[in-house]
């Protein structure tokens, strides 16, 4: 018993080691009592009762998933005579079995109109021994056979840790040498010299049923018993509404590139620049916004659409200005060179820029913080400048006008302040 026993444990924790993490838990322990009956053979005047009382079973099993498991147990109890119309007799018996087991349950889909109720099928093979207490033969003692058992197990969830159960299970023992009260030899003719072993092993039948708990073992929320996979699915109905609710929080009503989630102006006016929270720029404080200001980068009053009134230099030079100190930039994400929706606008501003004074060449910049390896960096700063490059050709400015080159790190900056690391992560422009 105790190499039976030694065996089941090694195997399970083979498994166990071997298998992968499930989402469900995989180890049971189950105990049960209830009735057997020895159904033959029996001594000819000797009857035992419907249901004997006085079985018990014990296990370990383990469910390599939804569907299939294995378990080892024993089971030992009495056989006895049925009182007043048989002769007395008393055999108690011992039987262990490894055994496989098939989730019918999960396999009927009884999920779609009960999630209590299930029935498992076991199957297997082991051996048993007979001890006849009370035998007529000379031989008398213990007879030892092979046995092979099945039988089906309805369970009731209690809670995701314990089940009810009862099992109904048959036994077919192998090789049987003698009779279930043990007064007799086994065999499948009448033996005609008394007391004489015919070496003829027949075979036996007998039943139980039984009533017991399942504990449910692991960390998880369901054993595979229960375990549905589709429940950690949302449904049709439930993908819908988050992909709406996320449409939904993605809009852009007024189309200045920032998400109306993100958006503290969502009604910003068409072609206005913003930043990146959606409000619109006035570079230079004067009241008027860059997107109406025909000087964004000098004060001045509305009346003059917000440029100075005595103008001491020429319109060009207050765009260079603005472009070379700095003012135009192009932002992007940490490792991305996809331009920031909101700060395309400033390629805009300086295609327009260049559109109206054709005799004008422009360098392009690019950017990085100082995270990452140097070299890395200074490959992602030329294709930022190139991301701009490729706008600026695209919105008509011939390519012999425009250069690119990517700087590398921005070193002037806070790297341990995540807004400045956001402002080294740009391309800027230079007015030749």
Request: net charge negative; hydrophobic share 35%; with cysteine.
């Amino acid at each position: 018993m105790r190499k039976f026993l030694t065996l089941v444990f090694l195997i399970g924790s083979t498994i166990t080691a071997y298998s992968q993490k499930k989402e469900f838990n995989q180890w049971s322990l189950e105990a049960s009592y209830g009735f057997n009956k020895p159904m033959s053979p029996l001594t000819p005047g000797y009857l035992s009762p419907t249901l004997n009382l006085g079985h018990t079973d014990f296990g370990a099993r383990y469910m390599f998933n939804e569907y299939i498991g294995v378990k080892g147990d024993f089971g030992f109890g009495t056989f006895r005579e049925a009182k007043d119309v048989s002769p007395e007799f008393t055999t108690k018996y011992l039987r262990a079995n490894v055994q496989g087991i098939f989730n019918f349950g999960r396999m009927l889909n009884f999920q779609t109109f009960t999630r209590r109720l299930n029935v498992l099928a076991h199957l297997g093979a082991g051996f048993g021994r007979l001890d006849f207490k009370e035998a007529s033969l000379p031989q008398g003692g213990l007879d030892y056979q092979y046995n092979i058992i099945s039988g089906f197990t309805g369970q009731f969830k209690i809670t995701s840790k314990v089940a009810l159960t009862g099992d109904i299970s048959m036994i077919y023992n192998g090789r049987q040498t003698y009779t279930f009260d043990g007064n007799i030899y086994n065999a499948p003719f009448p033996i005609t010299t008394p007391n004489s072993n015919p070496f003829v092993h027949a075979p036996g039948t007998w039943w139980t049923g039984t009533l017991g708990l399942q504990f449910y073992l692991g960390g998880n929320e369901e054993h595979a018993d229960w375990y549905i996979a589709a429940d950690k699915y949302a449904t049709k109905e439930e993908l819908a509404t988050q992909v709406n609710g996320i449409k939904d929080m993605l809009k852009d009503s007024d189309g200045d590139g920032v998400p109306d989630y993100l958006d503290k102006e969502p009604n910003t006016p068409a072609g206005a620049r913003v930043n990146s929270a959606g409000v619109t720029m006035d570079s230079d404080g004067d009241g008027t916004p860059d997107h109406m200001d025909n000087c964004p980068f000098l004060p001045g009053p509305a009346s003059t659409n917000g440029c100075p009134v005595e103008e001491v230099v020429e319109q060009l030079d207050f765009f260079k200005k603005a472009i070379n100190d700095g003012y135009v930039n192009v932002y992007y994400t940490f490792d991305s060179s996809k331009p920031l929706g909101y700060s395309t606008s400033a390629a805009s501003y300086v295609s327009n820029f260049m559109k109206k004074n054709p005799g004008v060449s422009v360098e392009i910049k690019g950017y990085a913080d100082e995270l990452g390896p140097e070299d890395y960096n200074m490959k992602l700063s030329e294709r930022r400048a190139k991301a701009v490059y490729d706008l600026l050709i695209a919105s008509g400015v011939d390519a012999s006008r425009l250069s690119y080159k990517g700087y590398g790190e921005d070193t002037s900056v806070d790297k341990s302040s995540a807004d400045a690391r956001q402002m080294a992560r740009r391309a800027s422009f230079e007015v030749k």
